[in-house]
């Protein structure tokens, strides 16, 4: 018995590598129902072994979508921080791969994305959680700081907000318009455009020359 074409059969224990066989069950399961959608013992089905064996790697449903949390936001902190290349050629220019970095990963990683996003993961209760979240903006934040040192210093607002303001706008696009599943809501352009010609109006309207 199998949890679904092509799933596993029944081994109770008799697993070779079954937490990585659950994270792969949690992906699966998150990509086709949601972040809430399926129970700890589905996990157990579609890696086909007992209700009980999870629990050799797990405690329970909530530590295993903190480990699935974990591994995506250390993807999304790689992404992102290649994506920065150091603020080169220009901050403009990495800018624009940041933003595409961010909307990639929506659309190729929906399950760690609604894991990390919005499967109701508490992440100041895990420390290795934390850290690998903070990692994530570190990037968004080092652009956020060469664009603030290039505006008049009276009025130059904090660094930190910029990059709130403007992870704030990419994911919330990234969630409407550039995610894979059927949440996406239909847009008249492409979710770049969109993010791009965002950017431009929020820059402008801090007085940088875009």
Do not use: C
């Not at 018995?1 to 659950?22: A, I, N, Q, T, V």
Request: net charge positive; aromatic share 10%.
């Amino acid at each position: 018995m199998s949890w679904k074409p092509g799933g596993r059969g029944s081994r109770g224990y008799h697993h070779g590598d079954l937490r990585e066989d659950l994270v792969r069950a949690a992906l699966e399961l998150i990509k086709e129902k949601g972040p809430a959608g399926f129970t700890f013992a589905d996990t157990a089905r579609w890696a086909g072994v007992s209700p009980a064996a999870p629990y050799r790697h797990f405690r329970d449903r909530d530590e295993l979508m903190i480990d699935v949390a974990k591994r995506g936001f250390k993807l999304f902190s790689e992404k992102l921080r290649e994506a920065w290349g150091e603020g080169k050629p220009s901050t403009a220019a990495a800018f624009k791969r940041i933003g595409a970095a961010y909307l990639n990963f929506a659309r190729n990683e929906p399950g760690y994305y609604a894991a990390m996003f919005e499967g109701g993961v508490a992440i100041g209760n895990d420390p290795e959680l934390r850290e690998a979240a903070d990692r994530s903006f570190q990037s968004l934040r080092a652009a956020a700081e060469i664009l603030v040192a290039k505006m008049p210093e009276k009025g130059r607002p904090p660094a930190l907000m910029v990059a709130l303001h403007i992870w704030s706008m990419t994911h919330g696009i990234a969630s409407l318009f550039a995610r894979a599943d059927a949440a996406r809501r239909p847009l008249p352009m492409s979710a770049e455009d969109l993010l791009e010609a965002q950017m431009l109006v929020y820059l402008k309207g801090l007085g940088l020359q875009v």
